[in-house]
């Protein structure tokens, strides 16, 4: 089906429009985290939206553990016909370096569909750290020992710290931790220098006035922080340190298929509604093409390649 032809399909009503899927089958959403977490919401978010697009079931299957492996090897051996799809987080596109061995080859057994939303980090450090920007900071740390949290080796956290580390000439310890609340605790407690923070969980403290912040990750400030700086803006020029999660499905899906499951996502992510209910939570939706998807995931496989090998971390 030519792109005209694809388009005027989408203009009918909902079973016509999902005339590419297999009819009365349900489209299953695999997500490769537990219920509750921000990968979950954007999912359920995607897929309510989804299926009344398509005037069919659209359910979540969550399947934690291993970093996403799990979930995602279910994904890798279903059928192709689009009936099966899978929303990554950060973790995607770093486990080809953090991990010896995967049951899949991460850009040859799945087919991008799009972006759903960008990951970014915000640099919280406790409020009486004596650094007042990054410039600061930096020289502190060339100064004396200091330690950052992570909410896990080969967290996006923790692999952002590892490029401010090796951007900025210094050397920090790793501290890790089992969750982001944990790693909130130990920065009030100014038992760490800095954390590596998602918007989501970092903003409450931030309007609680419990931690400072000292700048994003992303190459442009997020709406929901105007007045808080890029790192790079602030005192380490070129620095970035974002992700995604992103919707995918397995290779060998028909071209007809991705094309509309990706002309359907790029639709809900600009809806009004949906914007608005991403931004309240610091996400900003991010819209792209499969092909655009594509060359953002061979990007991020070989930049954090290259942070893992400078960081020294041993594939497990």
């Known amino acids: ?5 694809l ?25 490769g985290a537990g219920a509750g977490g921000i990968t979950d919401i954007l999912a359920r978010i995607v897929a309510n939206r989804l299926s009344d697009r398509l005037a069919r079931p659209v359910v979540v299957d969550n ?5 996403g492996i799990i979930g995602t090897e279910a994904v890798v051996r279903a059928r192709p016909d689009g ?33 759903v939303s960008t990951v970014s980090l915000v640099m919280l450090v406790p409020k009486d750290l004596p650094a007042s920007d990054i410039p ?3 020289a502190l740390a060339k100064r004396q020992n ?36 944990e790693a909130q605790t130990a920065v009030l407690k100014g038992e760490v220098a800095f954390f590596m923070d998602t918007p989501i969980t970092a903003i409450p403290l931030l309007q609680g006035g419990q931690v400072r912040a000292l700048g994003v990750s992303t190459t442009r400030r997020i709406a929901a922080l105007p007045d808080l700086p ?15 999660n992103g919707l995918l499905a397995p290779a060998g899906t028909p071209p007809a298929v991705i094309d509309r499951l990706s002309i359907e996502l790029r639709a809900i992510l600009t809806e009004p509604e949906v914007v608005a209910q991403l931004a309240r939570q610091g996400i900003e939706p991010s819209p792209v093409t499969p092909g655009e998807f594509a060359a953002r995931i061979t990007a991020d496989i070989a930049k954090w390649r290259r942070v893992v090998q400078a960081a020294g971390i041993q594939p497990e």
Do not use: C, W
């Open 83 to 115: 009936t099966t799809l899978l929303m990554v987080f950060p973790s995607h596109t770093a486990n080809p370096a953090l991990k010896a061995r995967l049951p899949y080859d991460t850009e040859r057994d799945l087919a991008p569909i799009g972006m």
């Open 63 to 67: 399947r934690p553990g291993a970093s």
């Open 7 to 31: 388009l005027a399909a989408l203009a009918l009503p909902g079973v016509a429009r999902a005339q590419d899927l297999p009819p009365d089958r349900p489209i299953r959403i695999i997500v």
């Open 230 to 244: 890029t790192i790079a803006e602030a005192g380490l020029p070129g620095y970035e340190a974002t992700a995604f």
């Open 146 to 181: 200091l330690n950052y949290a992570s909410v896990g080796s080969g967290s996006l956290a923790h692999l952002g710290a590892e490029l401010f580390r090796s951007m900025a000439g210094i050397e920090v310890t790793h501290i890790p931790f089992r969750s982001a609340p």
């Open 1 to 5: 089906m030519n792109r005209r032809a």
């Open 136 to 138: 600061a900071l930096i």
